[in-house]
């Protein structure tokens, strides 16, 4: 099929696991000196992205980590936000839980995303068929940073019981909570764009809480990229998280 005859989610999913083949041959051991692999997973993931997404959707704009953003985005409805390798320490260890992220964002809207976790052959994209979560328990399961937890997510996890599952990749961890292998990823202290448009786009679709930690809507295409805050968790959980930081913030 002509890429673009495909739906935008077709092209997400596309894109991502390409990107994914890319890395995950480069990853392989011995492929590269291991001081080389970030850098190199970053730009050659990112050339592929983009080379596919300008023949898919030759007038939409890009929004990525690893390229000079020159503002023309910021009139336009439709942008790709993404980032081709997220978690590049995790990728250069060698560990699995690292990401490729493509997402939409139409009129500043996360319309449409796909995460792909290489390592594990694994891709969600926001036109999958809605997932199945079992009861949610009364100690539900937390996605952390591996080494800086911001003191609010602390303090939230202590206040509500939760356990803490440290993890790598913004986009490991929100697939966690749509897998259901967790129930809540809250992050404060610094992302960008591309670091939760696909993986929120995703999460969105598989009907979970999505929002910065004030309970404010996320908004893309912003001429500042920086988003710093991001909760996504199963609804259930939503309304004493969001409580839970309004007293972790006073």
């Known amino acids: 099929m002509n890429t673009t005859d495909q739906t935008d989610a077709q092209v997400a999913r596309s894109v991502a696991l390409a990107a994914a083949v890319l890395l995950r041959d ?20 990112n050339e592929l992205i983009l080379d596919l997404l300008r023949a898919a959707r030759p007038d939409d704009f890009i929004l990525s980590e690893e390229s000079a953003d020159d503002g023309l985005r910021c009139a336009q409805r439709r942008v790709w936000v993404v980032d081709p390798l997220d978690g590049t ?19 500043s809207v996360p319309a449409v995303g796909a995460v792909a976790l290489p390592a594990a052959e694994r891709v969600f994209v ?17 996605v952390v940073s591996r080494s800086r937890a911001h003191p609010i997510v602390n303090a939230v996890a202590t206040a ?8 790598g990749s913004a986009g490991a961890k929100a697939m966690a909570v749509v897998e259901g292998r967790a129930e809540i990823y809250l992050h404060a202290g610094g992302q960008y764009e ?8 995703v999460a969105r679709a598989a009907g979970l809480h999505t929002s910065r930690i004030d309970g404010s809507d996320l908004v893309y295409n912003c001429r500042d990229p920086l988003l710093p805050d991001v ?4 609804p259930e959980y939503a309304e004493r998280v969001l409580a839970e930081v309004a007293k972790a913030s006073a």
């Open 26 to 45: 480069l990853c392989k051991a011995g492929a590269c000196a291991d001081v080389d692999l970030g850098p190199r997973g970053d730009a050659e993931a």
């Open 89 to 107: 320490r995790e990728f250069r260890e060698r560990r699995d839980d690292w990401a490729v992220h493509i997402g939409l964002s139409i009129d």
């Open 126 to 142: 926001s036109d999958d068929v809605p997932p199945q979560w079992d009861a949610a328990p009364s100690h539900p399961r937390m």
């Open 160 to 167: 509500i019981g939760a356990e803490l599952i440290p993890m």
């Open 194 to 201: 591309w670091d939760n448009c696909a993986p929120v786009a």
């Open 231 to 234: 909760l996504i968790c199963r």
